[in-house]
């Protein structure tokens, strides 16, 4: 017909700014992918949330210590606190220098991906992941009997894993830092080189991709000829959604 009814010109209307939505929606599917890949697959968890998380500090009576792989720590079943759990049962080399020492109660321990702190309340739990730990490991200790004895591991939350930005790197850790993630300042220093990770490797601090890791310098602490270009694309992509949003509001 000549003239469209005020329906069907609704209508339209519709389906013309869903047709403007779909390609944002496949870019930003294309970049939920980039963060793809075994580990974060097997966890389900939004990429945003390590980003989103508050720094961890050891409470009263609690001591944070951080053990480079290979940690030279062995553990054993524990009677201390209300209900067990974990303690340490001899520290050599890396656990040693860092401070681990025999008998220490342990209540966090770092998570198998070391994006977070997990309540040791089972032994085999806590050997598995922290072996499974990509990075270095965080304990949460705890030495004074009468503080032990009134903890409960099996009623802890999980906590957000320490920070590693602007941390001080250890002689050992010079040696192998390589890599820096632009996005929040986390030095790679695992003994496994950082060109043999693969495609769906992430930034264990903030799950950004492989991709925006740039190469580091040791000496001045910053990324090798600047840091990356910001995420433009994914700004402009946010605006882009909230435009469209603010569009079909107006046309319900």
């Known amino acids: 017909p000549p003239c469209a009814t005020p329906a069907r010109a609704s209508d339209r209307s519709r389906r013309f700014a869903m047709a403007a939505l779909a390609p944002v929606a496949n870019v930003t599917a294309a970049r939920g992918s980039a963060f793809a890949g075994a580990r974060l697959s097997k966890r389900a968890v939004p990429a945003t949330r390590a980003r989103l998380s508050t720094v961890t500090r050891a409470g009263p009576g609690e001591t944070l210590i951080q053990v480079e792989k290979p940690l030279g720590v062995a553990l054993k079943a524990s009677k201390k606190g209300i209900s067990g759990g974990v303690e340490v049962a001899s520290a050599k080399g890396n656990a040693a220098k860092a401070g681990l020492k025999a008998g220490d109660y342990i209540v966090y321990c770092s998570s198998f991906f070391g994006d977070e702190l997990w309540p ?133």
């Open 120 to 252: 040791a309340d089972q032994l085999g739990f806590v050997r598995s992941a922290i072996q499974a730990c990509p990075n270095q490991v965080d304990f949460i200790v705890v030495r004074d009997p009468k503080i032990a004895d009134t903890i409960d591991v099996k009623r802890l939350p999980k906590r957000p894993s320490p920070p590693r930005f602007g941390k001080k790197l250890s002689a050992a850790q010079k040696e192998r830092a390589s890599h820096i993630c632009v996005d929040c300042g986390y030095v790679y220093t695992l003994p496994t080189p950082f060109t043999e990770q693969g495609r769906d490797y992430v930034c264990p601090q903030c799950n950004a991709p492989r991709s925006r890791f740039a190469k580091y310098d040791v000496e001045t602490g910053k990324a090798i000829g600047g840091s990356k270009a910001p995420l433009i694309t994914t700004v402009s992509t946010v605006i882009g959604l909230a435009g469209i949003g603010y569009f079909l509001t107006q046309l319900l």
